[in-house]
């Protein structure tokens, strides 16, 4: 799976043209007619501005952000596309996941069989979250950089360019419903702004059960060949005038500027492919020191911590039904990067990334030599790069430790956070008394929302094992003030002190109390509480790190990527990844994963039969699913060759926040939704690799065949555009 999680992800530098393939690049839709002509000759057939149009309708409209509230206005985690003209929205099902899961009970399990709106009457409202569309973006780099002088430090390079950025800003979303934000391209040597329109009504329409949704599991994900059918529907809703609104029963179904015609001709070897989507993050542009502070410090730091949380929460799952829906959403976001880290050193070492990248910077050095100016401005920014991985290695894995085990390790460190600026209101109740009232009213609900998917013994389990990890892993000025208690007064024993003092004493261990509290909120009682004092304590901690980086790293980093950019001018760059939406464009393809070894570019429902096993939740097949198997009824969505196809691979570039992009056609008819990469090129965040680098896809007929055959859900095919020729 490549959803966008909210986590550390690595990169490094790539470019395109002339000596790389089409298919590699992340392309900004404003300057995509730099491309059209490669793009021509692979199939496309349509025009730049029928991709990206600020003054009519285009491809871009029908291309969402799926986005939660709670992680502000531009919390992106995944793409999705609108296919009818009442704003139903297709995207992957582990993107819908955690909305499937929040509506799911023991009685009412949406993960385990599935959920069919047959009456728009029947769709399900999700509270929080949002989905956002581009409606312009401009390079904005000489407005940005007008009064930004070379003699400059970075932090007096950035609070310009941030002050800049805030007034074109507030310029581009001045008297309407927007919001917009500057971003930096190129390690910040351009800026983009982009305005965006978001709504705020979304509601569930159909997923399948997990079996199909999330066939194969663990197992299989990121791994080819693959039998996932991994989508999840939602509808738009806006205010009868058009408008982003919260949710209300009188809001309408959004009327969308465009939305994507499904084509049923299903894909073979060779055909042109496109995808459009909200690609996380990447970093090409990484130099060989910060891959190798990758592949030895932060990556088995994370995958330890990771391996330990889901084995706890594994054991749990596996003996209460209950508690497997509590924690389905959370088991799933921490296993999809904990297996591709694995898969990311495993490609580093494999490909020779390090190697690779040493012999582009032995090139540029030796380019800068060659001028006195060069040499000048450039000479100095990798040895200043490598001195800054060196001396960062310990505080490098304190970070990641800080992040994994305390951020996201037991949740009871965490969700006292919530009540850290009440804490301050309530120092003067009387001045604060209308905001405080209302702040309880927030965090009652957030109380509500937390506890409904908390266990106290999963979580006490958690705190134990990652606590005494990081205990052991990390040297005194890197612990929590707890941390050395427990060390000092309990020898270092968390359990003692989780079952004496923080899982027997802390309010936050039980729904009641919390509310109880709320009801008579005080600010003495807070703060003696055990839990709120432990987040406290991991805030401090955090800050004591340091949010940015030295201003002598920021720009050394930005002077190499600029210097690689000078030294390489006839060839054509792409920014790394940064949650702005990106085209990236390539073939349906087979492959060669190593000696011997051969992948054809697609998969059948054959195959799912073939790797059923009834003992195995994550390789269960429906009943159904199996009926219409074996009478072969496949309907319309049969391939010309008389079996039903169920995912395809493709040669685009893409990565994490691509889960759910439209995949095109040369037309721009919806072919099938992106939702993986493949194990032989987990390392491709760092660096593209041509030959063995595939999006692995969901074939639309397959998520039509299970909407109508499966699901009986005529009433949503009936609102869609099926082209057949």
């Given at each position: 799976?490549?959803?966008?999680?909210?986590?550390?992800?690595?990169?490094?530098?790539?470019?395109?043209?002339?000596?790389?393939?089409?298919?590699?690049?992340?392309?900004?839709?404003?300057?995509?007619?730099?491309?059209?002509?490669?793009?021509?000759?692979?199939?496309?057939?349509?025009?730049?501005?029928?991709?990206?149009?600020?003054?009519?309708?285009?491809?871009?409209?029908?291309?969402?952000?799926?986005?939660?509230?709670?992680?502000?206005?531009?919390?992106?985690?995944?793409?999705?596309?609108?296919?009818?003209?009442?704003?139903?929205?297709?995207?992957?099902?582990?993107?819908?996941?955690?909305?499937?899961?929040?509506?799911?009970?023991?009685?009412?399990?949406?993960?385990?069989?599935?959920?069919?709106?047959?009456?728009?009457?029947?769709?399900?409202?999700?509270?929080?979250?949002?989905?956002?569309?581009?409606?312009?973006?401009?390079?904005?780099?000489?407005?940005?950089?007008?009064?930004?002088?070379?003699?400059?430090?970075?932090?007096?390079?950035?609070?310009?360019?941030?002050k800049v950025s805030q007034k074109l800003v507030k310029e581009a979303t001045k008297g309407t419903d927007y919001i917009a934000h500057v971003k930096k391209m190129f390690d910040g040597n351009q800026y983009f702004l982009f305005v965006y329109i978001?709504?705020?009504?979304?509601?569930?329409?159909?997923?399948?059960?997990?079996?199909?949704?999330?066939?194969?599991?663990?197992?299989?994900?990121?791994?080819?060949?693959?039998?996932?059918?991994?989508?999840?529907?939602?509808?738009?809703?806006?205010?009868?005038?058009?408008?982003?609104?919260?949710?209300?029963?009188?809001?309408?179904?959004?009327?969308?500027?465009?939305?994507?015609?499904?084509?049923?001709?299903?894909?073979?070897?060779?055909?042109?492919?496109?995808?459009?989507?909200?690609?996380?993050?990447?970093?090409?542009?990484?130099?060989?020191?910060?891959?190798?502070?990758?592949?030895?410090?932060?990556?088995?730091?994370?995958?330890?911590?990771?391996?330990?949380?889901?084995?706890?929460?594994?054991?749990?799952?596996?003996?209460?039904?209950?508690?497997?829906?509590?924690?389905?959403?959370?088991?799933?976001?921490?296993?999809?990067?904990?297996?591709?880290?694995?898969?990311?050193?495993?490609?580093?070492?494999?490909?020779?990334?390090?190697?690779?990248?040493?012999?582009?910077?032995?090139?540029?050095?030796?380019?800068?030599?060659?001028?006195?100016?060069?040499?000048?401005?450039?000479?100095?920014?990798?040895?200043?790069?490598?001195?800054?991985?060196?001396?960062?290695?310990?505080?490098?894995?304190?970070?990641?430790?800080?992040?994994?085990?305390?951020?996201?390790?037991?949740?009871?460190?965490?969700?006292?956070?919530?009540?850290?600026?009440?804490?301050?209101?309530?120092?003067?109740?009387?001045?604060?008394?209308?905001?405080?009232?209302?702040?309880?009213?927030?965090?009652?609900?957030?109380?509500?929302?937390?506890?409904?998917?908390?266990?106290?013994?999963?979580?006490?389990?958690?705190?134990?094992?990652?606590?005494?990890?990081?205990?052991?892993?990390?040297?005194?000025?890197?612990?929590?003030?707890?941390?050395?208690?427990?060390?000092?007064?309990?020898?270092?024993?968390?359990?003692?002190?989780?079952?004496?003092?923080?899982?027997?004493?802390?309010?936050?261990?039980?729904?009641?109390?919390?509310?109880?509290?709320?009801?008579?909120p005080d600010s003495k009682k807070l703060e003696k509480d055990p839990a709120f004092q432990i987040a406290e304590d991991i805030i401090k901690l955090y800050f004591g790190f340091g949010g940015q980086k030295p201003d002598i790293f920021r720009k050394?980093?930005?002077?190499?990527?600029?210097?690689?950019?000078?030294?390489?001018?006839?060839?054509?760059?792409?920014?790394?990844?940064?949650?702005?939406?990106?085209?990236?464009?390539?073939?349906?393809?087979?492959?060669?994963?190593?000696?011997?070894?051969?992948?054809?570019?697609?998969?059948?429902?054959?195959?799912?039969?073939?790797?059923?096993?009834?003992?195995?939740?994550?390789?269960?097949?429906?009943?159904?699913?199996?009926?219409?198997?074996?009478?072969?009824?496949?309907?319309?969505?049969?391939?010309?060759?008389?079996?039903?196809?169920?995912?395809?691979?493709?040669?685009?570039?893409?990565?994490?926040?691509?889960?759910?992009?439209?995949?095109?056609?040369?037309?721009?008819?919806?072919?099938?939704?992106?939702?993986?990469?493949?194990?032989?090129?987990?390392?491709?965040?760092?660096?593209?690799?041509?030959?063995?680098?595939?999006?692995?896809?969901?074939?639309?007929?397959?998520?039509?065949?299970?909407?109508?055959?499966?699901?009986?859900?005529?009433?949503?095919?009936?609102?869609?555009?099926?082209?057949?020729?």
């Open positions: 799976m490549i959803k966008r999680s909210l986590l550390l992800v690595t990169f490094v530098f790539a470019v395109l043209l002339q000596t790389v393939k089409a298919d590699e690049g992340m392309w900004l839709l404003s300057l995509i007619g730099k491309n059209y002509e490669q793009m021509k000759a692979e199939g496309f057939k349509l025009t730049p501005e029928d991709i990206y149009s600020v003054n009519h309708s285009s491809l871009k409209d029908a291309v969402g952000a799926l986005g939660n509230a709670e992680y502000g206005k531009f919390g992106f985690f995944c793409s999705s596309e609108i296919i009818s003209p009442k704003g139903l929205v297709l995207t992957n099902h582990h993107c819908g996941y955690e909305a499937i899961q929040s509506k799911s009970t023991v009685d009412h399990d949406y993960l385990k069989d599935g959920f069919w709106a047959y009456k728009m009457e029947d769709e399900i409202p999700i509270e929080g979250m949002t989905i956002s569309y581009l409606v312009r973006m401009e390079d904005v780099t000489s407005k940005v950089l007008a009064n930004v002088k070379e003699d400059m430090t970075e932090s007096e390079r950035d609070a310009e360019i941030q978001t709504y705020k009504d979304i509601r569930l329409v159909g997923a399948p059960p997990s079996s199909i949704g999330k066939f194969g599991g663990d197992t299989d994900n990121w791994m080819w060949p693959r039998h996932t059918g991994d989508f999840s529907m939602f509808r738009i809703y806006t205010a009868p005038d058009g408008k982003p609104a919260t949710y209300s029963k009188d809001n309408v179904p959004l009327k969308p500027k465009h939305y994507f015609p499904i084509s049923l001709k299903g894909v073979k070897k060779n055909d042109f492919a496109m995808i459009m989507g909200y690609p996380g993050s990447t970093e090409r542009y990484l130099t060989s020191f910060g891959v190798k502070q990758a592949l030895e410090v932060t990556n088995p730091a994370t995958i330890a911590i990771r391996d330990k949380k889901l084995s706890i929460m594994r054991k749990y799952m596996n003996a209460d039904h209950a508690i497997k829906i509590k924690y389905a959403a959370k088991y799933a976001q921490t296993s999809n990067y904990w297996k591709y880290f694995i898969g990311q050193n495993k490609g580093i070492k494999r490909l020779h990334v390090i190697e690779k990248k040493q012999e582009l910077e032995k090139k540029l050095m030796e380019w800068a030599s060659q001028n006195p100016d060069r040499k000048k401005k450039y000479g100095w920014v990798l040895d200043t790069i490598a001195s800054f991985y060196e001396k960062n290695k310990e505080k490098d894995l304190a970070r990641t430790y800080l992040y994994e085990a305390l951020f996201q390790g037991a949740e009871i460190m965490m969700f006292p956070l919530k009540f850290y600026q009440f804490d301050k209101l309530l120092a003067n109740k009387e001045l604060n008394k209308a905001i405080i009232d209302e702040q309880t009213k927030k965090l009652k609900e957030e109380v509500e929302k937390f506890y409904k998917d908390y266990d106290v013994n999963v979580d006490k389990d958690i705190f134990v094992a990652l606590g005494e990890m990081y205990l052991k892993t990390l040297p005194d000025q890197y612990q929590p003030k707890v941390f050395k208690t427990i060390k000092k007064k309990y020898k270092g024993n968390f359990r003692k002190y989780a079952d004496k003092v923080l899982y027997k004493k802390s309010m936050f261990i039980d729904k009641a109390k919390v509310l109880a509290f709320l009801e008579n050394a980093r930005r002077l190499f990527v600029d210097g690689l950019m000078k030294m390489q001018k006839d060839k054509l760059f792409y920014p790394d990844a940064n949650s702005t939406i990106r085209l990236t464009y390539g073939t349906v393809q087979d492959y060669y994963p190593r000696d011997a070894v051969h992948y054809n570019y697609f998969t059948t429902l054959k195959g799912i039969m073939e790797k059923e096993d009834p003992n195995n939740p994550e390789f269960e097949v429906p009943a159904k699913l199996k009926e219409l198997y074996q009478k072969k009824d496949y309907g319309q969505y049969a391939d010309a060759d008389g079996t039903m196809h169920v995912c395809f691979l493709t040669t685009n570039d893409i990565t994490g926040g691509n889960s759910g992009s439209p995949v095109l056609n040369g037309k721009g008819e919806l072919i099938g939704t992106a939702f993986d990469g493949n194990w032989e090129a987990m390392s491709g965040d760092i660096a593209f690799e041509p030959e063995l680098q595939r999006t692995i896809v969901a074939d639309i007929r397959y998520i039509l065949f299970v909407i109508d055959k499966f699901a009986g859900a005529k009433n949503l095919i009936n609102e869609m555009t099926l082209v057949k020729e």
